[in-house]
């Protein structure tokens, strides 16, 4: 698969293909099953979209000049540029946002996509996009 060149317009549109699947996989299955269930579902939807994607990736941890291994493993990265964490919770809390802005920071992500399947409307109720300072650093 050919690597895209890492604009706001490309982050964007690959997110956009992301919260797709996504609903894909909510309306087959509904709220309630385990997040692995949905991390297999979505990474098979992605799979069939032709997204490149990582599951379970291992995230190093740079302390004090060295990397180490701490066994940190994003739900989902795709295409080297948005990370998906993976929530099945009664409510998105502010320590799942701070987990989803570690995984970016450290991955060097300008974008994630928190999902929460415990929800009636994916759409509306079960999803956040956050950015940071790498997002604001890409061509429009």
Known sequence: MEKLLLTKKAVDAISYKIIGAAIEVHKALGPGLLESVYQKC???ELK???IGFA?????PIIYKGETLN???RCDIFVE?????EIKAVEGLLPIHLAQCLTYMRMLQAPKGILLNFNCCNLFHEGQRTVVNDVYAELTP
């Open 80 to 84: 080297d540029c948005i990370v998906i």
């Open 42 to 44: 979505l990474a098979h």
């Open 48 to 50: 069939q979209r032709n």
């Open 70 to 72: 701490a066994e940190l």
């Open 55 to 59: 599951v379970g990736l291992s995230t």
